[in-house]
């Protein structure tokens, strides 16, 4: 059933365009928009009251904001995550939710490649030593008393062996390293994908993309991360809580593994006193959550989101959630 649809709001337009992208199509999308670069809390109610569309990207849709939101029909996410909107209030009130998909995992892939091969290379660390006049001082004409390890021949290990960890074992299988596909913890590993407790035992590098569950929540805490090879490296690019961050910043303190490199963390933005942005923890990388950020994937981002809202007002639902 196709669907007149008048006015659209976006909530926290600035989490995904900093001026850089071309919002034309979704501008065209509807015949009224009201775009806020952030919304409080306590101004979401009122923002969507008189809304037939709702995008948002973080901000929360609960129960009362989308009982105040009486002409709502669609909430846009601007992100596949959907954790931010209460989906059976939603359902309740004949709401449709969708989602965007497959929009960043380009930029995914070559983020946690880029975080593990600043860890194999110790760039980081040398170009501060650069600053510091470590190569200027220096007797010889390089600097290379940090390890240096090559990525060919190292086992590059996936937990979440979707399209994001997908993509990414494409590019580690294309710098020469063995992939091997992790089947979920306590299952037979089915074809194509190794039991869980080998990939995290042979792994050189692991390189977590599963989604945030109850059956992930923790799980990578100390106890996974000891049966880890020493000079392993650990990557997340998924979310923050898959792993235990207090149990990380001690393993890395105590040398159990080599070094890890993390976009994401469990409370976003991070409090200054957070386990993982503590000064003392060797050997780590901590990234703003933007491993999904390149303007391409953005603007790809943008562009689905004008596509839903096409869908959905011809009468077809696309990336429906709820």
């Known amino acids: 059933m196709a669907h007149s649809l008048q006015t659209g709001v976006f909530l926290d337009l600035e989490t995904v365009d900093n001026g850089d992208l071309d919002r034309g199509r979704l501008s065209q999308s509807l015949p009224r928009w009201e775009w806020h ?24 849709l609960d129960e009362p904001a989308l009982a105040a939101a009486t002409r709502l029909k669609l909430v846009a996410l601007a992100a596949t995550g959907t954790n931010n909107v209460d989906l059976r209030a939603a359902s309740d009130r004949g709401i449709a939710v969708c989602n965007i998909r497959d929009y960043a995992s380009d930029a ?80 037979s590993p089915r074809s194509g994908r190794n039991a869980f407790e080998e990939v995290v035992r042979e792994a050189d590098v692991l390189s977590i993309h599963c989604p945030l569950s109850e059956e992930t929540e923790g799980l990578i805490d100390r106890t996974l991360l000891r049966a ?28 159990i593994i080599a070094g890890a490199g993390i976009d994401v963390l469990s409370e976003e933005p991070p409090p200054a006193d957070h386990p993982l942005l503590a000064n003392d923890i060797p050997n780590l990388i901590v990234t703003p959550h933007n491993a999904w950020a390149s303007r391409t994937a953005r603007q790809a981002a943008m562009d689905q989101l004008a596509e839903i809202i096409e869908a959905f007002t011809a009468g077809d639902l696309l990336n429906r959630v709820n």
């Open 108 to 187: 995914v892939a070559q983020h946690a490649i880029t975080l593990m091969l600043n860890l194999l290379t110790a760039q980081p660390w040398y170009w501060q030593s650069v600053r510091q006049g470590a190569w200027s001082n220096s007797r010889q004409f390089c600097l290379n008393e940090r390890p240096i390890r090559q990525a060919r021949g190292l086992t590059f290990g996936v937990v979440g062996g979707g399209v994001l960890g997908l993509a990414t074992a494409k590019l580690a299988e294309g710098l020469g390293m063995k992939v091997l596909i992790a089947e979920r913890r306590n299952r």
């Open 228 to 255: 880890m090879k020493s000079d392993a490296l650990l990557i997340n690019t998924a979310r923050g809580a898959i792993v235990n961050e207090p149990d990380l910043a001690d393993c890395l303190r105590e040398g």
């Open 37 to 60: 670069p952030f919304s409080m809390a306590e101004q979401v109610v009122s923002r969507i009251s008189q809304a037939d569309v709702v995008i948002s990207n973080k901000c929360v």
